[in-house]
């Protein structure tokens, strides 16, 4: 689901947040990781549903399931900011579980809301511009 032409677009657009981001504060690197979503916006997943969030290794990319489509985007960090680019979504739509479409859209625009990052107790948890954890996940087990 790549195309050459929006993922420019978005890259460009990273190079562009990074020159604007100014945190000098150490956090860890989330390049190589791979992430499932356990809680967005403070509630649980609709039961039977996975979302999933991989840091990819070169360009700052991030990638995933959402639920029932897939999605990338470019991101720019500077310490623990992050802000992500416009989000390239499939085009599926899910009927089951119900409300899969409702949490998804939800879940895509709170990757918007991203300001900050941290990683605590094993969990990384994504912080709107108020500082409240929007998106926390469990670091994903790859067998």
């Not at 895509?108 to 926390?136: F, T």
Request: hydrophobic share 45%; glycine share 8%; proline share 4%.
């Amino acid at each position: 689901m790549r195309h050459p032409k929006a993922y420019s677009a978005l890259l460009v657009f990273t190079l562009g947040m990074l020159l604007l981001l100014s945190a000098c504060q150490r956090a860890p690197d989330l390049a190589g990781s791979d992430w499932t979503l356990v809680s967005l916006y403070q509630d649980p997943l609709i039961p039977q549903t996975t979302i999933t969030a991989e840091f990819v290794v070169g360009p700052w990319v991030i990638e995933g399931s959402a639920g029932c489509n897939s999605y990338q985007a470019v991101y720019g960090r500077d310490g623990a900011q992050i802000i992500v680019g416009e989000i390239l979504v499939g085009d599926d739509f899910c009927e089951q579980p119900e409300g899969i479409m409702e949490q998804e859209e939800i879940y895509l625009d709170a990757l918007m809301e991203m300001r900050r990052y941290q990683i605590e107790a094993g969990q990384l948890q994504m912080l709107d511009a108020q500082e409240i954890a929007i998106l926390i996940y469990d670091l994903l087990d790859v067998q």
